[in-house]
């Protein structure tokens, strides 16, 4: 199911972020780093579980670290790419993938 949205805690409540607005996120152990337009969020599982929940076609693995949406992505250099005002690498096991979706011409 591709939704929207998703709701992240953020402290008692959970708070709606659109996918869109969502620019990438990043591994920590066990928890997830979500950073959108407005402010980051933490969720407590893991990078692989937070984007099979989410479901979203734009988000895509690049890394073993770094989910990034692809709508976002600004620039792509030879071994990494530019989303907002961050530099992430790519994974050379998921460039492939990444390369094609992006639809480089």
């Known amino acids: ?44 599982r893991m990078l692989k579980d937070v984007l099979d929940e989410m479901a ?7 890394h073993r670290s770094y989910a990034v949406n692809l709508d976002r992505v600004q620039a792509i250099s030879d071994n990494g790419l530019h989303v907002g005002d961050r530099w992430l690498p790519i994974g050379r096991s998921y460039r492939p993938a990444v390369l094609q979706r992006l639809r480089m011409i």
């Open 1 to 44: 199911m591709v939704t929207n949205s998703v709701y992240l805690k953020d402290g008692a409540q959970w708070v709606r972020v659109p996918v869109q607005d969502i620019l990438y996120m990043e591994a920590d152990d066990n928890a997830t780093h979500v950073y959108s337009t407005l402010r980051a969020y933490t969720v407590g």
């Open 56 to 62: 979203s076609e734009r988000l895509e693995r690049v």
